[in-house]
């Protein structure tokens, strides 16, 4: 262990000729930076927490988090100062409540290297960043593509009354939502279904008992899924579909686990898929760039389809999807296929309302829950 160690940090020496933002002083430590929740939230944090830590381990690379004493731009900034006052030379941040902390930090620090995931370039030049600097990388994800799959699916598998409950309105959330509409909406002319949907928005990135008895409502209105998108929002969905065999769509990772042992189910029949991408994928990457010196900040990607094989994409279905004979794998394949080659085109444009989308779908848009 001595010797890999000793040859990974010799690698980050050698590296710091090359690539200084990351190794001014020939030193490679990662640290990651927590957004809203923390490394258990079992979504946005703990997958990221979690690829950072994989990959270090795997690469003799030391690595730690901070978790911000507040949701605050000024504690995020302290978060960001503080790990850098302790050596770390790359500091990653999920979430794209970052924007200001970055815009504050990334210029008075250019030895150092940003990685920043689902922070978009609006995001950053509306917190007063003018131009991007080299040492910031930023992913953004198209989540109306996976919105979108896991829509179809949806009505594929023979639901036809659906619900999509949002966190905030924030434009990756809505990008989600209305993928989904897209989505519902072409299974539904395929199979000439009469589907329905309820829209709406929690206004907040965490269930309570107000968001509940709405969800209680959806399910008692016969809702027999809803999609639940935004942080821990998801509980308010599981706590009223268990109390009907009702069911949910996970986001952004495979929560099928997660909703089962939140629900304190049998097993993860709850959840018929989840809208997923590619977090952990791009912290590989990136990480992997800023190690072998081929590492390009000032810029931010908008990651999608690469490839017709649905698991190497940075947006697809959980691998716990309920495929059937109704929508199997070969659908799905095939499904991410006709999207990739352009002949399925998702709108991404989220200053329509959500019904504007469908075409035979009924939307009931009931706007903010709170």
Not at 82 to 90: E, L, N, Q, R, S
């Given at each position: 262990m001595k010797k890999i160690l000793s040859i990974a940090l010799a690698l980050c020496m050698i590296f710091a000729l090359a690539a200084p933002t990351a190794f001014a002083e020939g030193e490679c430590k990662v640290a990651m930076i927590t957004d809203y929740g923390?490394?258990?939230?079992?979504?946005?944090?703990?997958?990221?927490?979690?690829?950072?830590?994989?990959?270090?381990?795997?690469?003799?690379?030391?690595?730690?988090?901070?978790?911000?004493?507040?949701?605050?731009?000024?504690?995020?900034?302290?978060?960001?100062?503080?790990?850098?006052?302790?050596?770390?030379?790359?500091?990653?941040?999920?979430?794209?409540?970052?924007?200001?902390?970055?815009?504050a930090?990334?210029?008075?620090?250019?030895?150092?290297?940003?990685?920043?995931?689902?922070?978009?370039?609006?995001?950053?030049?509306?917190?007063?960043?003018?131009?991007?600097?080299?040492?910031?990388?930023?992913?953004?994800?198209?989540?109306?593509?996976?919105?979108?799959?896991?829509?179809?699916?949806?009505?594929?598998?023979?639901?036809?009354?659906?619900?999509?409950?949002?966190?905030?309105?924030?434009?990756?959330?809505?990008?989600?939502?209305?993928?989904?509409?897209?989505?519902?909406?072409?299974?539904?002319?395929?199979?000439?279904?009469?589907?329905?949907?309820?829209?709406?928005?929690?206004?907040?990135?965490?269930?309570?008992?107000?968001?509940t008895a709405a969800m209680d409502t959806w399910y008692a209105d016969g809702t027999e899924v809803v999609f639940a998108c935004g942080g821990g929002i998801y509980t308010s969905a599981v706590d009223a579909a268990k109390k009907v065999d009702g069911k949910v769509i996970g986001v952004d990772v495979d929560q099928a686990g997660v909703i089962q042992n939140y629900a304190e189910a049998e097993d993860t029949s709850m959840t018929i898929t989840s809208a997923m991408k590619g977090l952990a994928a791009t912290v590989n990457t990136e990480l992997a760039a800023v190690l072998d010196g081929s590492f390009e900040g000032g810029k931010v990607e908008n990651l999608g389809l690469v490839s017709e094989i649905p698991e190497e994409n940075y947006v697809q279905l959980a691998g716990s999807t309920q495929f059937s004979d109704a929508f199997s794998v070969e659908d799905y394949t095939a499904l991410v296929g006709a999207m990739l080659k352009g002949e399925i085109v998702v709108s991404n444009d989220i200053t329509v309302n959500a019904a504007d989308l469908a075409t035979v779908v009924t939307v009931n848009d009931l706007g903010n829950l709170k």
């Open positions: 923390d490394i258990t939230d079992q979504s946005f944090n703990q997958t990221t927490y979690e690829a950072c830590k994989a990959f270090c381990e795997a690469n003799g690379v030391d690595f730690t988090y901070y978790k911000p004493a507040s949701d605050s731009d000024e504690d995020r900034i302290s978060m960001i100062e503080k790990a850098i006052d302790d050596g770390f030379t790359v500091i990653v941040m999920p979430g794209f409540a970052f924007a200001p902390a970055i815009a930090t990334v210029e008075d620090y250019d030895d150092v290297t940003f990685i920043a995931l689902d922070v978009s370039e609006f995001d950053l030049t509306s917190a007063g960043l003018e131009e991007l600097p080299d040492n910031l990388y930023s992913a953004v994800y198209q989540e109306e593509l996976c919105g979108y799959m896991a829509g179809y699916a949806a009505v594929k598998l023979g639901y036809t009354k659906l619900g999509f409950l949002g966190g905030m309105a924030v434009p990756a959330v809505v990008r989600y939502g209305y993928g989904f509409v897209q989505g519902a909406d072409a299974a539904a002319a395929e199979l000439s279904a009469d589907v329905s949907i309820k829209y709406a928005y929690g206004n907040q990135f965490y269930g309570d008992a107000d968001i």
